[in-house]
């Protein structure tokens, strides 16, 4: 196929994947909006002690026209209970991260990664029937969902060690992670308009139909390795085995019989540096993903259409950034202007530093909704540098590991999906002020600025010596804080 890399059909391909997980993955914190009786619910926790500050959101609820009971669903799940659920997802995502990530090594990436997204696809459509027989049932199905996007992340990186020439790498890990965001850019709104207008069991009988001609074209067209894809020309596959030919082992059994150096990982700050950075950086995006509607609407006033859209807008500036940040990762790369390890290290704190700045700022906006909105959306915005930054910072410094290093850091990185719905429930109970989401934010302002500070610190973009298959014994458990020293991959850090 000569006018279109088949490379960047593939990273268009697993991104569409992503932006279909994500997509699913998101589309509940818009329905349960409209699936709970809110006004059952509040009445059934009325004894419950409101601090609303008059001064920064009476006078912005004047202004906005809203029947909160014309949003009123059939469920009367509480805020704990609605925690409960849109945690539950991550409960299953949290167990196949470490399976995931060694059987995309041992066996096909290709495979998992589409028995994860059909998962979802088949989670989501049952979802309705669940929610009817009772909310311990949607928790099931949300976890169910969960196994699947659990491996999805991991086979995403094997992909792209197999795929992706290192100096080319920032700009297809961009567009192959920027799904995360297109996806909710698509879901928000469009959850917000079907639960609305054709009622809010649609969200999940349409949203998760669509995936079907995606898992189709996956099938047909996506291949493990490049050494085996029938359409690839014979200069591109030339192009990426000399590229990653001494950064990774070739296609083949030896390949998936090399062993793990698990003692080597566990002693490598610039792994506990992904780590870190996963974790502390995962807590913001779940809290904003999973919690940006519920704000929206409980301090905000919006409507769920309006809520939906304007959700939404954040994500979609993401995904513009992220695919323009990741060319211009490149482009500095090609032309040596900056090191992988510093370029890194700019992305991460921009991912870092740039959200925890804004939600610093929003909860003093009072109830100025232009303000705020505007404010989430350059701090969500600026998320977008994790795509190249810690995000594919695992293919970097161990190509040869980098779906089990993804899966363990997406593994930790899963612990705040669980917590944040359930700390956010029991922070806001009763309690719709902005007084209430200004301690949430301030938590994830620090988280954030923690991150920054200890990625800066630890952080590598160059490829380990544990890497080294033939190098893969293991030496001794001293801690390695190899972060900037020289490597054979001349091609990266030239």
């Known amino acids: 196929m000569g006018v279109i890399p088949i490379r960047y059909l593939l990273a268009a391909l697993n991104s569409l994947g992503h932006a279909i997980v994500y997509g699913l993955k998101v589309n509940l914190s818009v329905a349960i909006v409209v699936m709970v009786n809110h006004t059952a619910v509040t009445q059934k926790t009325a004894h419950v002690q409101v ?4 001064t920064e959101c009476d006078a912005g609820y004047d202004n ?12 009367e799940w509480d805020s704990h209970i609605q925690g409960y659920i849109l945690g539950a997802y991550f409960w299953g995502y949290i167990v196949t991260q470490l399976p995931g990530g060694r059987l995309s090594e041992m066996f096909s990436a290709k495979h998992l990664f589409g028995l994860g997204v059909m998962l979802n696809i088949l989670g989501t459509v ?16 949300r976890i169910i969902e969960g196994f699947g996007g659990g491996v999805t992340l991991p086979a995403t990186h094997v992909l792209l060690a197999h795929w992706s020439p290192p100096v ?5 890990s961009a567009i192959v992670y920027a799904g995360m965001s297109l996806g909710t850019v698509i879901s928000l709104p469009l959850s917000g308009i079907m639960a609305s207008d054709l009622g809010w069991e649609s969200v999940f009988y349409i949203q998760g139909s669509l995936g079907v001609i995606w898992y189709l074209l996956w099938l047909l067209l996506v291949t493990d390795e490049p050494t085996t894809h029938r359409l690839i020309s014979d200069d591109e596959k030339e192009y990426i085995c000399k590229s990653i030919g001494k950064a990774t082992v070739s296609a083949g059994t030896e390949k998936r019989n090399i062993s793990v ?9 610039p792994f506990y540096a992904i780590m870190v950075a996963h974790m502390c950086n995962n807590w913001g995006w779940y809290m904003l993903l999973v919690e940006l509607p519920t704000f929206m609407k409980q301090v905000l006033g919006f409507d769920i259409k309006s809520n939906s859209l304007l959700s939404a807008l954040p994500y979609f500036i993401m995904w513009l950034f992220g695919i323009a940040f990741g060319y211009l990762g490149t482009f500095l790369r090609d032309r040596q202007l ?26 003093y906006m009072g109830c100025n909704r232009a303000a705020a909105v505007t404010l989430l959306t350059i701090g969500v915005s600026c998320i977008a540098g994790m795509y190249g930054g810690f995000l594919s910072n695992h293919i970097d410094i161990a190509p040869n590991f980098a779906g089990t290093l993804m899966a363990l850091t997406n593994t930790m990185a899963t612990i705040p999906g669980i917590t944040v719905p359930i700390i956010v429930g029991a922070i ?8 209430q989401w200004r301690i949430i934010f301030f938590i994830t302002t620090a988280i954030y600025l923690f991150e920054f500070v200890f990625y800066t610190i630890f952080s590598s973009g160059n490829e380990q010596p544990w890497n080294r298959v033939e190098d893969a014994k293991e030496p001794e458990a001293t801690i390695s804080l190899n972060m900037d020293s020289p490597i054979s991959l001349k091609t990266e850090d030239a």
């Open 64 to 75: 906005v026209t809203k029947d909160t009971s014309a949003d009123d669903g059939p469920f």
């Open 338 to 363: 900056v090191s992988t390890t510093v370029y890194k290290k700019i992305a991460t704190g921009l991912a870092s530093l740039g959200p925890g700045i804004c939600l610093a700022l929003v909860t």
């Open 261 to 269: 150096p698990w003692r080597s990982v566990f002693t490598s700050m």
């Open 126 to 141: 049952f979802s309705p029937i669940a929610s009817k027989g009772g909310y311990p049932w949607l928790i099931l199905l």
């Open 428 to 435: 806001t109970h009763g309690d719709t002020s902005v007084y």
């Open 51 to 54: 601090h609303h500050n008059a």
């Open 168 to 172: 080319e790498r920032s700009t297809l």
